[in-house]
């Protein structure tokens, strides 16, 4: 276990690197420039020239890559070329804001999902089951900016409970934060709502089927504890792997989130920095993104070897 | 025997009345949106890009059933319209995926060895991204352009096609026709391109539902965060990122193409249901 941990961990910083490597040409490959995305349309070429030695841009590409690289792992991470501030407080501060955004998600969405999917999974086929499934399927095909358009339309403008731009205030206390980031919260929750319930559903479904529950029923145990102590434990396994790559997921919904209403967190940013070409602040993004998304697979397989003896005491 | 669940009451006719329902509804939303993708040109009440200075952002009314927009435009006529970018772009980025795909899967899955190991890693890779990241990161990058869009979304999907054909070709590689094909003398390309695929097509058309589903999120993803097409075009997702600088005052110019597309991604992913449920039968 220890070993595979070890195997699964020393894969992530090579699949990184080359996360960055791929940025970096890309961006590099692209007409798109650097001084022309600060100078704007009007700026002569000499300008423009003058403005790429300034920030080093005119170097050859490897050189810059490899300076970056050096740079980036001793914890510089060098300064914004658009808005000329360091990189990293200011990145660091966006991955807080989209943290909130993700866990006041998750929260609400796991527990509601994982009850809902065993409901349905308890009585498979019947209205009960074909209503959360269908109704799941749907949610789950929805784009993140159309629920979140029309949540936005419905609470923020006509009902005027919350407020159609998440912009917290510097000082805004808990209470305040979480009545923001509700709404824009709520379009990722019904898109994990459908992956996860399924999930659980088809869980409960085959062990409901299997010999062990059919013998604990047989015996004369009450379904309660039949549900809650035989079944839960083996069913919901698979999806607590779909939940740590749903994790990952939800990195591309901040993307839509965030620009619907204008929250500053990383999503916006990546996509802020990728349209402008600034290159140190995408790759910095870019790269968090990604660690953060192997890292939530590798603790969902975790959990689920926690879970499961017999994956913990293999290898 | 089965050990079937411990049931309380009830049978599940109901609930499977349900479903063939709402397949129905599903396949029936398609074929409109699908209709007006082809005829908006005539069905549309008004010109879709015709500007009309005099009366922006009004309300709903006889005249303009859903209002207009910051130009005047008559929102019912674009939101009609609306329908053909997604339309064009998620079949033909599904598609591209579903010919890369197969071939990916079929060699991979017919040959093994080396170039399958290669190509199944390559996959894990690709399939274990969150989509809209990579799109959004390739796009503002290299251009966007709807041609760009339709890439990106096959060279995304076409991995999750590979995986399924290749699981589909290695149960039929083994099967007796493919023996006699290769005894008889077969070119490798014949056997895999007119002996095999023609037995593994219900699990590709499962899949291609599946992924015309995904591919028509993720275009309206695409063209929301504007990295598509580009005004004046009336795609859906376009709409709502113009204006939702208008979402206080004139909420029906983005709740119209939102719902149309909510409507359009609903109906499909019910029609795709309904089609695996068919084929598993």
Request: with cysteine; net charge positive; hydrophobic share 55%.
């Amino acid at each position: 276990m220890a070993r595979c941990l070890l195997r699964r961990l020393g894969l992530v910083l090579p699949a990184l690197w080359l996360v960055s490597v791929l940025i970096f040409a890309l961006a590099e490959i692209v007409p798109g420039d650097v001084a022309r995305t600060i100078l704007g349309p009007y700026a002569t070429p000499d300008q423009a020239a003058a403005l790429r030695h300034q920030l080093g841009a005119d170097r050859p590409v490897p050189v810059r890559y490899a300076a970056w690289l050096g740079s980036f792992v001793i914890g510089r991470w060098g300064d914004s070329m658009v808005l000329h501030r360091p990189v990293r407080p200011f990145v660091l501060a966006r991955l807080r804001n989209s943290l909130a955004l993700a866990v006041i998600a998750l929260v609400c969405v796991i527990p509601i999902s994982l009850g809902l999917g065993i409901v349905a999974g308890l009585n498979e086929d019947r209205l009960v089951d074909t209503a959360i499934s269908l109704i799941g399927l749907s949610l789950t095909a929805i784009p993140e900016f159309v629920s979140g358009v029309i949540v936005l339309v419905v609470f923020g403008v006509q009902l005027g409970w919350f407020p159609i731009i998440a912009q917290p205030p510097a000082g805004a206390g808990l209470v305040e934060r979480l009545h923001d980031l509700l709404l824009p919260s709520i379009p990722l929750m019904l898109v994990l709502f459908g992956y996860i319930a399924r999930m659980a559903r088809a869980g409960m479904v085959e062990v409901m089927a299997s010999d062990y529950i059919r013998t604990a029923v047989l015996k004369g145990l009450p379904l309660r504890y039949v549900i809650l102590r035989h079944a839960l434990r083996n069913a919901l396994l698979p999806t607590i792997t779909v939940i740590g790559s749903q994790v990952g997921w939800l990195v591309g919904g901040l993307v839509v989130v965030e620009t619907l209403f204008t929250y500053p967190g990383l999503g916006k940013l990546i996509y802020d920095s990728a349209v402008g070409h600034d290159v140190p602040v995408l790759e910095a993004t870019a790269l968090l993104v990604a660690a953060i998304f192997m890292l939530s697979n590798l603790t969902a397989d975790l959990l689920v070897a926690l879970l499961n003896p017999r994956i913990r005491y293999s290898d | 025997m089965d050990a079937a669940p411990p049931r309380v009451g009830g049978r599940p006719v109901l609930g499977r009345l349900m479903r063939s329902a709402a397949v129905l509804a599903g396949g029936a939303v398609v074929v409109f949106w699908v209709f007006a993708a082809l005829e908006w040109r005539v069905i549309t009440p008004y010109d879709p890009f015709a500007v009309g200075p005099a009366h922006p952002l009004a309300s709903p009314s006889r005249v303009h059933w859903l209002g207009t927009d910051d130009l005047g435009r008559d929102v019912l006529s674009r939101v009609l319209a609306g329908a053909a970018p997604v339309l064009t772009i998620a079949p033909a980025a599904t598609l591209l995926s579903l010919l890369g795909g197969t071939t990916i899967g079929l060699v991979a899955g017919f040959h093994r060895g080396l170039l399958d190991d290669v190509l199944m890693r390559l996959v894990d890779a690709v399939m274990s991204l969150p989509v809209i990241i990579p799109a959004t990161v390739v796009l503002a990058l290299v251009g966007r352009s709807t041609t760009n869009v339709i890439l990106a979304i096959a060279v995304l999907f076409s991995p999750l096609v590979a995986r399924t054909v290749r699981s589909a070709v290695l149960v039929e590689r083994e099967r007796e026709y493919v023996d006699a094909a290769r005894l008889r003398g077969d070119r490798s390309f014949y056997i895999m391109f007119f002996e095999i695929l023609p037995n593994v097509t219900s699990p590709l058309i499962v899949e291609g539902t599946i992924r015309l589903g995904y591919a028509v999120f993720t275009a309206g993803t695409l063209s929301f965060l504007q990295l598509g097409i580009q005004p004046p075009s009336p795609d859906w997702g376009l709409t709502v990122a113009v204006e939702r600088a208008f979402v206080q005052i004139a909420p029906w110019t983005v709740l119209a193409p939102a719902l149309a597309l909510a409507s359009l991604v609903i109906g499909v992913n019910l029609a795709a249901d309904g089609v695996r449920r068919a084929l598993a039968e």
